[in-house]
């Protein structure tokens, strides 16, 4: 049987924090795609950016839920039990545009 998450009922509707990376943005940095905490709505972009902050933001919060914001794709991923899920119903909507930097 395949995995599942156990998190879902952690998932919250957010408001995004930053249009786009919020450390990325403070230092000028690059970055890929954005994910978007769905626990307190943290921007932070993706592990292929130099950066990882989505990831680093995981590590100091422990927030289990992320979504791709940036294209946004519908899927979540749990940092916890390592999958991903349907997220397309539920989409975190932007604020405005986002610039980009790759």
């Known amino acids: 049987m395949p995995k599942q998450c ?3 009922d952690t998932i919250r509707t957010v408001t995004p924090s930053a249009l786009g990376c919020e450390e990325c943005l403070k ?3 690059a970055w890929f795609h954005l994910r978007v905490c769905r626990t307190c709505g943290h921007v932070g972009c993706c592990d292929q950016s130099p950066g990882r902050h989505a990831t680093k933001h995981y590590h100091a ?3 289990p ?3 791709g914001y940036d294209p946004p794709e519908g899927w979540g991923w749990c940092y916890v ?3 991903t899920f349907d997220l397309s119903d539920r989409k975190t909507p932007r604020n405005g545009p986002i ?3 790759y």
């Open 6 to 8: 156990t998190h879902l």
């Open 27 to 29: 230092t000028g940095d």
């Open 61 to 63: 919060t422990q927030h």
């Open 65 to 67: 839920i992320i979504e």
């Open 81 to 83: 039990d390592k999958v």
């Open 99 to 101: 610039p980009r930097y």
